[in-house]
């Protein structure tokens, strides 16, 4: 797509560079011709539409009655009497859009329009209503009265945080909701891996879908969450807020990505990472192994539960049978303990112990070690309500080391 991205003319280079690119990409492309969306009817065409008949079935606009001769056939060559009386041919080298018998059926439909007076030549009516359902195809060149320029982006950031500085070449809102709207419906998951100052997400939030934003640099802290956080509570009056009658609400979770829990030695063997810490690592481990992240200040021991009596314990440490047999007399026989470790020796047969190593399943499912950490979607956690929280904005994993 061209995108007019700005209307005044820069005089600093050869050229006054005005257009940009939308590349779009499709998976499928039959199937995105398919689900692909027509654009709702812009204010002019609508000014089209009218009603000089007050037609219950709306407002209508009017094609001419007649077509080129030689596109039809000989019953299309008739003298037409209109309402007024006067009779009409149709004009040197028409004929007349339908057949005889045809047009008066239009004309009893009161689908063919003769002019205030009933005395002009036939035009066919075009209701709105038909219309608005098929909608209109999008074209490839994007005007900007139609969906903002870099500085109308500007100035709505500006508006929003002005305290922050401004991105280059923000978008306009407007821009986005068309590639939004064409692109997906409420409830889809759209997804910016670039997020820069959030525009993607900001808007994909007030049409109702999903979305997933990533960032690297510090503007997720300084533009992103605060524009967000903005558009949730309803305190975002700028960009697409009028025209989808946005009001607030919704929310969001962030995370931030620990370091991987686990990394190759020189010698190409799975350790952990030195980054980590003991508690680090054991709250890392608890959910993949079903346990609930809960210290005790007390027992060393308990790292995390899954029951009253069911615990969890993880450790770098390489054990052997003095030492678990040790917690094994801990633990006692009322409860019970998977222990994690790096290696043990012995043959780790306890009744109230399980003993195993870091799972291989760890470094599959979570993809640790690799530098890319493949966010789950469909296996989130739920973020814990907050009391007296009306939007659902929670902030995890500020504290370092958290995993998603
Ligand atoms: C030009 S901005 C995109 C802004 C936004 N998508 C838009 O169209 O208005 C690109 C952003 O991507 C971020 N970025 C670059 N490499 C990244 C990476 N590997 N992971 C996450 N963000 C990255 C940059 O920090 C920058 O904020």
Redesign the pocket.
């Known amino acids: 797509m061209i995108w007019e991205k700005r209307t005044s003319r820069e005089n600093r280079r050869v050229f006054s560079f005005n257009h940009d690119h939308l590349i779009v990409y499709g998976k499928i492309k039959p199937e995105f011709e398919r689900v692909r969306n027509p654009l709702g009817l812009s204010d002019e065409v609508l000014l089209r539409y009218r009603n000089p008949d007050t037609d219950p079935r709306g407002a209508w606009q009017s094609v001419s009655a007649n077509a080129q001769a030689g596109h039809g056939t000989a019953n299309q060559f008739y003298r037409l009497k209109l309402p007024s009386g006067r009779e009409l041919d149709p004009p040197k080298g028409r004929c007349w859009l339908y057949t005889k018998e045809r047009m008066e059926q239009e004309i009893a439909a009161k689908n063919v329009w003769f002019g205030v007076d009933g005395d002009n030549a036939p035009r066919i009516k075009k209701f709105l209503r038909d219309n608005e359902d098929s909608g209109l195809t999008p074209e490839t060149i994007w005007p900007a009265v139609e969906v903002g320029t870099n500085d109308d982006a500007k100035k709505d950031l500006l508006q929003l945080l002005p305290d922050v500085s401004v991105?280059d070449?923000?978008?306009p809102e407007s821009l986005l909701e068309r590639v939004i709207h064409i692109a997906t419906n409420e409830g889809d998951l759209v997804l910016?891996?670039?997020?820069?100052?959030g525009?993607?997400g900001a808007v994909a939030h007030k049409m109702g879908r999903r979305w997933i934003m990533?960032?690297?640099?510090e503007?997720c802290h300084t533009h992103i969450i605060p524009r967000l956080k903005k558009v949730i509570d309803g305190e975002d009056p700028g960009g697409i807020t009028e025209a989808t009658k946005w009001k607030g609400g919704g929310g969001f979770r962030y995370f931030r990505l620990a370091p991987s829990l686990l990394e190759k030695d020189k010698w190409g063997n799975w350790v952990i990472n030195k980054e980590y810490n003991a508690a680090m690592l054991a709250e890392a481990l608890c959910k993949p192994e079903g346990f609930q992240y809960a210290p005790s200040d007390t027992t060393y021991w308990q790292h995390g539960r899954s029951t009253e009596r069911d615990f969890v314990y993880v450790t770098t440490a390489q054990l052997n049978h003095e030492q678990l047999q040790q917690l094994s007399d801990e633990v006692g026989a009322d409860r019970t303990l998977l222990v994690l470790c790096t290696a043990f020796r012995g043959r780790a047969e306890y009744p109230n112990l399980t003993v195993k190593k870091i799972p291989k399943r760890v470094l599959s499912r979570c993809e640790w070690g690799h530098d890319d950490y493949s966010l789950q979607v469909e296996k989130l956690p739920k973020a814990p309500p907050k009391p007296g929280q009306q939007g659902l904005f929670s902030e995890e994993d500020e504290t370092e080391g958290k995993q998603p």
């Open positions: 991105f070449n923000p978008k910016d891996s670039f997020a820069g100052s525009t993607t990533v960032e690297l640099g503007h």
